[in-house]
C-alpha cells in the first residue's frame, strides 16, 4: 500500500497533532526520496520503535553545492510512497521547497568540529545545509526518535553534535550500512554508475576492508600504516580517483596518534560521474597479557 503523501506543514501538523492525541509515539525518516534497501531499513526499525512513522521526501537544495547533481538528483515521489508505505511509513511529507522557505532563511545551523574535516572539507557548506533542514524538519515533527544511515557516518555525527547542543526533543538514531551482495553500500547515487564502473564499485569496501585487516589481523596501532593499506587497495583500480581515506574517533571524527578501542574507518572517491562514499567500524584488538 502506498503510504498517503501530505505537501504542506499544516496538513503534517494536523496528521501529527490526530496521532498524539491518541498517544502515538512518532518516528521520523528523513530523506531526499530515491528510496532504495537503505532507506526501507530504516523505515521498518521507525516502525517496529514507534507508532507513527512519518517519512520525508525532499531534495533539499541548501546542501548541494555548485556543480553538483541537485537538477539531475532522482525524483519519483509515486515509486517512494509505494515503497515508503510497504515498508511501513504511515505518512510521507513531501514539501515543496516554497512550502518548506516560504520567506529565504535568514538562519543557518552550523557545526564546528564535526562538520569540519572528511567530506566538511570536500563539500564546503555542505553540513550547514544539511543541519539547517535537518533541524527545520525536527522544528516541524517535534518530539520523536529520528533514523539515519550510517552510510553517512558523519552526516549522523554532524547531527547527534547539534540535537546534544541546542536540546533539541528528537532522539537519534543511526543505522547500520545496507550493501549489495557483493559489498557495494546502497546509495541513491549508484543510479549513476554504468555497468562497467558498477562491477568495480565494491572495490571501495575492499579498500576499507585492508584498512581493517590491518588493525584487527596485523594488530598495527599506526593510524598511517591503515591509511596507507586503504590507498594502495583503491589504487590498484586506476578508474577511481581517491578523494580521503582515514581513521578516525568514532564520535569527534578526529584521527588519534595511537588507534585505541573502536574506530572508524572512512573512504570517498569519484567513480566516473559519481562520488562514492563508505565507512565501516574496527576495533583495535586488546593485547594479550604475556
Ligand atoms: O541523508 C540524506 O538523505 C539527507 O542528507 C537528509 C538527512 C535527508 C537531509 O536532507
Redesign the pocket.
Known amino acids: 500500500v502506498s503510504a498517503p503523501v501530505v505537501t504542506t506543514r499544516a496538513a503534517l501538523d494536523e496528521w501529527l497533532a490526530d496521532r498524539r492525541a491518541g498517544g502515538a509515539s512518532v518516528g521520523l525518516v528523513?530523506?531526499?526520496g530515491a528510496l532504495h534497501a537503505g532507506?526501507l531499513s530504516l523505515i521498518r526499525r521507525a516502525k517496529a520503535d514507534n507508532d507513527a512513522v512519518v517519512t520525508?521526501v525532499?531534495?533539499?537544495p541548501?546542501?548541494f553545492g555548485a556543480g553538483e547533481d541537485l537538477s539531475a538528483y532522482p525524483r519519483d515521489l509515486d515509486r517512494d510512497r509505494g515503497l515508503a508505505g510497504e515498508a511501513g511509513t504511515d505518512v510521507v511529507f513531501a514539501p515543496s521547497v516554497d512550502e518548506m522557505w516560504p520567506e529565504p532563511s535568514q538562519t543557518t545551523v552550523h557545526v564546528e568540529g564535526v562538520s569540519a574535516p572528511l567530506e566538511g572539507r570536500s563539500r564546503p557548506g555542505h553540513f550547514d545545509?544539511?543541519a539547517t533542514?535537518?533541524a527545520k524538519?525536527f522544528g516541524l515533527v517535534g518530539l520523536c526518535t529520528a533514523y539515519?544511515?550510517e552510510?553517512?557516518f558523519q552526516?549522523l555525527a554532524v547531527?547527534k553534535r547539534f540535537v546534544q547542543d541546542l536540546s533539541l526533543p528528537v532522539h537519534v538514531v543511526g543505522c547500520p550500512v545496507v550493501r549489495d551482495p557483493d559489498g557495494l553500500a546502497l546509495s541513491?547515487r549508484n543510479a549513476y554508475l554504468t555497468d562497467e564502473e558498477r562491477e568495480l564499485a565494491p572495490r571501495l569496501y575492499w579498500a576499507l576492508l585492508a584498512g581493517r585487516r590491518v588493525i584487527e589481523d596485523e594488530r598495527r596501532t599506526d593510524p598511517d600504516a591503515v591509511v596507507e593499506a586503504m590507498t594502495a587497495s583503491l589504487a590498484e583500480v586506476p578508474r577511481f580517483t581517491l578523494d580521503y581515506a582515514a581513521v578516525v574517533d568514532p564520535h569527534d571524527l578526529v584521527p588519534p596518534d595511537t588507534l585505541t578501542g573502536d574506530v572508524r574507518l572512512l573512504v570517498a572517491a569519484r567513480l566516473g560521474r559519481a562520488r562514492l562514499i563508505d565507512n565501516i567500524p574496527a576495533t583495535v584488538p586488546v593485547p594479550v597479557a604475556s
Open positions: 528523513p530523506t531526499m532507506h520525508s525532499y531534495v533539499n541548501l546542501q545545509g544539511v533542514i535537518v524538519l539515519f544511515g552510510k553517512d552526516q547531527i541513491s
